[in-house]
């Protein structure tokens, strides 16, 4: 049976645009705003990642480390995340949501109890920031057994060698990132030089879904569109940010900017 | 299980495949992109201590800039006025900066220059690895930048002058509890943004593994040299030894123990115990914290259940840090090395004790392992020794001490 992830990409491929894939943290900045903001925002986006948020985080840029504090100051724990996941899979069951994080976490909880709370609850896919290949090997096919998508990211500075392992060892998604940075930094490098390389990443295997993260905004999104995928988190939270600033309700915002990046790729 | 250390093999190098100590301390869990910049120091360390020119370098530079071999004194008033053990120090704040953190700072830019790269950046908590990296980065002639806490640049302006008399920049950093966890993070961070022009130096033996390496046998200088003068000392190992040091990340212990690892010798840790009613403080050894992961490696690290870092507390800078290098952990579950805390309090009387009876006046940081002699010394029989590695000078506490004791001695 095929993935939701993979059916998610599919469908766009059909539709002949990539996929737009939000990222947002669990409890931004409440419990109820962030399954809100889940619930509003599917409508327009194909596939959403759900930071699950850490006060130690070692590649995240300042706006999702914001994000992540509010957050965590609101008190949110795993298992509230999980409790997301539960209520937004339980009115759009279709819609694939991979969870995002540190795997500290995951080690604290159990890497079996995890995969447990992720089955029960709906999660589809992982993405695990600091535990690169070959180091998730193990973890990898724990996630596979479940038919729980782990995703594996590529680097600018990944070799091809090691390119091609890491494409062997991955499952429905591929992420890469489009330069040097934490997340959330600005496009430092041109659109077209990045998909230079993630052509070239594509031609290794070109059934991959490969998407790109990093850095895009609604200025950029477009010109990157020839991609499977493409990934907006850091504008996102940004905006939260602002609108909480400025006494606005983020909910609301946040499902017209990204109404607005949907427009830009279709 | 009883993790076991193995005799014919450098401590940093007891490691499996996947950079594990003892099969759970250690390792490297990184974000991808820092996955070739780590291999490509790997491999280039892995050449350069195997390199005799490279070694004549290193030991030129120990020698000529960092002012090598630094004293071993007996602490004669120390040991009259405890009476019991002979307490012997072994004063590494003699060495150029003040403290051990010259070594590292030094041979991650002789490290630097044979990468080619012309910029480095690092992380401070006390503001001696920071002030290491800004002089020797002006020495070798590299562009250093220096991540540290916000707190701490106003608890250690000394060494933040110093800094910036090298020409250093600094970048305070004011996430967190602004201390040397966020200062290390953010290192981390600007890291993964530069990492093609850029070289980092991690402040202690913490971090993704190649970072522990470098770090612990650049610090092992200072046992070579205290086994040479022990034995100048006393002819032979003393058969009742035991070797006292302040562990934060570790690497100052590390380094004074390095050479003693296959004798006799006792080694005691000592961790950061806070404030003596409070619930925080800065020993995970000592407080039985769990096996967590922070920055790249997995380590006994303060952390709630959900594996959310803990806040810590201490009154020095440089031990504030909740986790600990796993080559500690890998020491203190095979039971080569005891670790235990002492408090604020504690810290501040020794260093009260030593200033007034001795010519050595320690910084808050070995003030914690001279806690510990202190304690011990007067239960030992006169034939024991206990050498304190004084791994720091005073002089960058002064505004803490003055305002916590009233006046400041040195
Ligand atoms: C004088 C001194 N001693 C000890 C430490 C603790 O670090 P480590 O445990 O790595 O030696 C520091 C750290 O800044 C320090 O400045």
Known sequence: MKSKIALAFNNCKKEKRPALITYTVAGDNTKNNSLKILNKISKHADILELGFPHNTPIADGGQIQGSSHRALKNGIKLKDVFQIVKKFKKNNPHKPIILMGYFNLIYQNGENNFLESCKSSGVDGLIIVDLPYPENKNFANKCKKKSINFIQLLSPTTSKDRIKKIIKNSHDMIYYISMLSTTGGRLKVSPKKILQNYNTIKRINPKKNLVIGFGITEKTISSLKSANGLVVGSMLCKIITNSLKMGQNPVTKLDKVVYNLKKKII | ?410
Not at chain 2, 190 to 217: E, L, Q, R
Not at chain 2, 376 to 389: G, Q, Y
Request: with cysteine; proline share 4%.
């Open chain 2, 1 to 410: 299980m009883k993790l076991k250390i193995r005799k014919n093999l450098p401590l940093i190098d007891q490691h499996d495949k996947n950079f594990m100590y003892g099969g759970k301390f250690g390792g490297n869990f990184i974000p991808e992109t820092l996955k070739k910049p780590i291999d490509d120091l790997t491999k280039l360390f892995g050449k350069l201590r195997k390199n005799k020119n490279f070694l004549k370098e290193r030991d030129h530079y120990f020698e000529t800039y960092v002012g090598a071999p630094t004293p071993f004194i007996k602490l004669e008033n120390l040991t009259d006025h405890l009476g019991g053990a002979q307490i012997y120090a072994k004063v590494v704040s003699e060495a150029n900066g003040g403290a051990h953190k010259i070594y590292n700072a030094t041979v991650h830019c002789l490290i630097a220059k044979k990468a080619g790269k012309k910029y480095v950046v690092g992380d401070t908590g006390a503001g001696y690895a920071g002030k290491m990296l800004s002089m020797a980065a002006k020495k070798f002639g590299l562009k250093c930048k220096i991540f540290m806490g916000a707190k701490d640049i106003k608890r250690q302006r000394p060494n933040v002058e110093a800094m910036r008399k090298n020409g250093a920049e600094i970048i305070p950093v004011t996430t967190g509890s602004q201390t040397l966890v966020d200062a290390v993070s953010e290192c981390m961070r600007y890291w993964v943004s530069n990492c093609d022009t850029t070289h980092m130096c991690v402040g202690s033996t913490v971090g993704p593994n190649i970072f522990i390496k470098i770090c612990a046998w650049s610090t092992a200088q200072i046992s070579r040299e205290l086994m040479k003068q022990v034995k100048e000392e006393f002819g032979i190992i003393p058969e009742k030894l035991k070797l006292i040091n302040c562990v934060g990340g570790g690497s100052s212990a590390a380094g004074f123990w390095n050479e003693f690892m296959n004798t006799h010798a006792q080694f005691i840790g000592v961790e950061a115990g806070g404030p003596k009613n409070s619930k925080l403080h800065a020993a995970p050894l000592t407080n039985g914290s769990k096996i967590g992961i922070l920055h790249g490696a997995a380590q006994y690290v303060i952390q709630d259940k959900e594996g959310q870092i803990g806040s810590t507390d201490s009154i020095s800078a440089g031990l504030d840090y909740p986790g600990i290098s796993p080559l500690h952990c890998f020491l203190k579950d095979a039971k080569r090395a005891r670790y235990t805390s002492a408090s604020d309090e504690e810290a501040l009387y020794a260093y009260q004790l030593v200033s007034k009876l001795e010519n050595i006046s320690p910084s808050l940081e070995p003030s914690h392992a001279f806690a510990e002699a202190i304690k011990l010394a007067p239960k030992l029989k006169s034939s024991e020794v206990i050498i304190v590695n004084s791994c720091g000078d005073s002089l960058k506490d002064k505004d803490i001490i003055k305002q916590k004791l009233g006046s400041y001695i040195r």
